[in-house]
Nanobody, 120 residues
């Protein structure tokens, strides 16, 4: 079964750092774009950052200069380095991938998310 599993969330103090990982597994042939989104309670899911297969990146204005997205194609993994964290970064962080399976199916897949809480 194809799946994305996020890890690395937790509690951080304002100004601190966290590094999120999202690993794909289960018969993946190729991953095209990958991205991170966040969703705070009672709010809509919002884009944080995306990265294409040739490493072109895009960031939400609110995280530019603080967060860095990267990927390891050999491991089917995308990372989000989060620095200078703010309380307003508190949310469930989910990854997304545009992928193709070994059987030739292509679709967008979501992980279940990892919680990030920024508080003193």
């Amino acid at each position: 079964q194809v799946q994305l599993v996020e890890s690395g969330g937790g509690l951080a103090q304002p100004g601190g750092s966290l590094r999120l990982s999202c690993a794909g597994s289960g018969g993946i042939f190729s991953i095209y774009s990958m991205g991170w989104y966040h969703q705070a309670p009672g709010k809509q899911r919002e884009l944080v950052a995306t990265i294409t297969s040739d490493n072109n990146t895009n960031y939400a204005d609110s995280v530019k200069g603080r967060f860095t997205i990267s990927r390891d194609n050999a491991k089917n993994t995308v990372y989000l380095q989060m620095d200078s964290l703010k309380p307003e970064d508190t949310a469930l962080y989910l990854c997304n991938a545009d992928l193709k399976t070994m059987s030739g199916r292509r679709f967008f897949l979501w992980g279940r998310g990892t919680q990030v809480t920024v508080s003193s």
